[in-house]
Structures are given as structure tokens and as C-alpha cells.
């Protein structure tokens, strides 16, 4: 449980530099939806960047369309998509 909050709250901090939003970190909750209504307004450029930075820091590829509306919907679902370590 420790492990999955750590990797959660790293989660946080790439989307925040990586995207450079104006939010900080621990603003971000942990089921708040990434794209969409009442979400932190990010597009599919912001979409192609989150890929990258996941395949770049923690090796998870995502293959497709179908997966990536799966694994970006919340910073719960993107650590449960990234490989245990």
C-alpha cells in the first residue's frame, strides 16, 4: 500500500512537470479523471506526451487507442497499468 502511494504521488509529479500544469501535485486526487468533464483538461496532445513519459520512466507500452482510453482515465489507473517492479 505504501508502494502504491509512492508511485502514485511520482505519477502526480511527472503529469505536473511533464505537462507543466498550473496545479500542484498533491492537488491532484488519485480518482480525479484525467480528460473530460470535472478533469484536470487535458487533450490528446497532453495524451501522446503521458505515453511517452510512461514508456520513458517506467516501460509501459501502450499499444493502442482502446488501451489508452483504459489505462489514462485516472492516476489510479495509470499505476495499476504500470508493471510491479
Known sequence: MEN???LKSEL????VEN???????EDIGDDQPLFGPESLGLDSVDALQI????DK????KIPD????????????TLAQAIPRR
Open 65 to 76: 487507442p482502446d488501451t489508452a482510453r483504459k489505462v489514462l482515465q485516472t492516476i489510479t
Open 12 to 15: 502526480k509529479r511527472m503529469l
Open 51 to 54: 505515453v511517452v513519459a510512461l
Open 4 to 6: 502504491d502511494a509512492a
Open 19 to 25: 505537462l507543466m500544469l498550473q496545479v500542484a501535485p
Open 57 to 60: 520512466n517506467y516501460g509501459l
